[in-house]
C-alpha cells in the first residue's frame, strides 16, 4: 500500500469514527425528544423529531466532505431554546451562515400558509419530502395575485426559500417524508438507536477492509523484496577451472586458457585406463616390441588433468 493509499484510507477510517461520534450524541437527543414530548401528541413529536432527524443527516454529509459546518438544532444545541424563530442553525465554528424553519403539517395548504410568515424572512423553509411539489404549486398561484395584497411579500420570501433539504454549499441533509418523521416519533429512542447502529456498523466494517488491504500490502511487499533480493544475486554461477599450471615451475602452462565449466568428475584420472608397464624379459620371436605396446606421450590420457577449482 503506497502512501496516498494509507492517507485515503486513514482519513475514511477518521471520518467514520467521527460519523459514530455524532450518531451517539443524536441518539442522546432522541432520547430527550422522548422524555420531554411523551405526553405530546404524534403531529408534535413528529415535528420536533424532524429537525433532529435533518440535523443528523446533514452533519453526517459534512464530515464526510470534510467540511466544518454543522446544523445544530436550537432547542437541544448549549444555551438553545424551544421558543427560537429559527428550528435550526447553520454555524462553522462560531459564525451562523444560515437558519431555517421545518414543518411538518398533515395538509400541503398548511404548510404553505404556515411558512409564509415574516417570522421567517430569509431562512430556509424546510418541509416534508412528499409536499414540496404540492406546496411549490400553491406559492407559485398565490404570486399570481395582486402583489399589493396582504402577506404578499411573505409569500415571496416563503417560494424563494422552500427546500426538502438543509443546504449549506455542498453540505445537504437527506429530505424526509411526512410517513417517515411519523413512523420515527412513534418511538424515537430506537430510531436514535438505529442511527448509532448504522454509524457504528459502518466504522467496523471500513476498519475490516483497511486491515485486509494493510495485511494484503504487507505480503505483497515481502514478496517484492524476495524478488529484488534473487535479481540482485543473479542467476547461480557453475564452478570454473583454474587454468593449467606446470608441476616444476607453478605456472601455468601454454597460452592463457579461457575459463570454463570443469569438466564432469568422470573425466579424471582416475577413469583413464591403466597403463602397461614394459617387462623385463625379452620379447618372443615375432612379438611386437615395448615400444609399440606402450602408450604415446601425446595420447591424451597421458597428460594429467588439471583440478577443478571453484572461482
Not at 565449466?261 to 584420472?269: F, K, L
Amino acid at each position: 500500500m503506497d502512501a496516498a493509499t494509507w492517507a485515503l484510507v486513514n482519513a475514511s477510517t477518521r471520518k467514520l469514527a467521527e460519523q459514530t461520534a455524532e450518531a451517539l450524541r443524536i441518539r442522546r437527543i432522541a432520547q430527550q425528544v422522548a422524555q420531554r414530548y411523551r405526553n405530546t401528541g404524534s403531529p408534535q413529536r413528529a415535528g420536533h423529531l424532524f429537525e433532529v432527524m435533518h440535523e443528523a443527516s446533514f452533519n453526517r454529509d459534512a464530515i464526510a466532505q470534510g467540511s466544518t459546518v454543522r446544523a445544530p438544532t436550537t432547542e437541544w444545541a448549549v444555551g438553545g431554546s424551544q421558543n427560537a424563530a429559527a428550528d435550526l442553525h447553520v454555524v462553522d465554528g462560531g459564525r451562523l451562515l444560515a437558519a431555517a424553519q421545518a414543518k411538518v403539517m398533515g395538509r400541503a395548504t398548511t404548510t404553505a400558509r404556515s411558512i409564509a410568515s415574516d417570522r421567517y424572512e430569509g431562512m430556509q423553509r424546510l418541509i416534508a419530502q412528499d409536499q414540496l411539489a404540492a406546496v411549490e404549486d400553491l406559492l407559485d398561484r398565490r404570486l399570481t395575485l395582486d402583489a399589493e395584497g396582504i402577506g404578499y411579500a411573505d409569500y415571496v420570501d416563503a417560494r424563494a426559500h422552500v427546500t426538502d433539504a438543509l443546504r449549506a454549499g455542498d453540505v445537504r441533509s437527506r429530505p424526509v417524508s411526512t410517513e417517515e418523521a411519523y413512523r420515527a416519533a412513534a418511538d424515537p429512542v430506537r430510531w436514535g438507536n438505529r442511527q448509532a447502529a448504522a454509524a457504528a456498523s459502518r466504522e467496523v466494517g471500513a476498519a475490516v477492509a483497511a486491515g485486509a488491504a494493510t495485511g494484503a500490502a504487507l505480503a505483497g511487499l515481502v514478496e517484492a523484496a524476495g524478488h529484488a533480493a534473487r535479481v540482485r544475486a543473479g542467476p547461480p554461477h557453475a564452478p570454473r577451472c583454474a587454468p593449467v599450471r606446470s608441476p616444476a615451475s607453478g605456472r601455468a602452462s601454454g597460452s592463457p586458457r579461457r575459463p570454463g565449466p570443469c569438466p564432469p568428475p568422470w573425466a579424471g584420472d582416475r577413469h583413464r585406463p591403466p597403463r602397461r608397464r614394459p617387462s623385463s624379459r625379452s620379447p618372443m620371436p615375432g612379438s611386437p616390441s615395448p615400444a609399440a605396446t606402450s602408450t604415446p606421450a601425446s595420447s591424451p590420457h597421458a597428460a594429467a588433468r588439471p583440478p577443478c577449482a571453484p572461482r
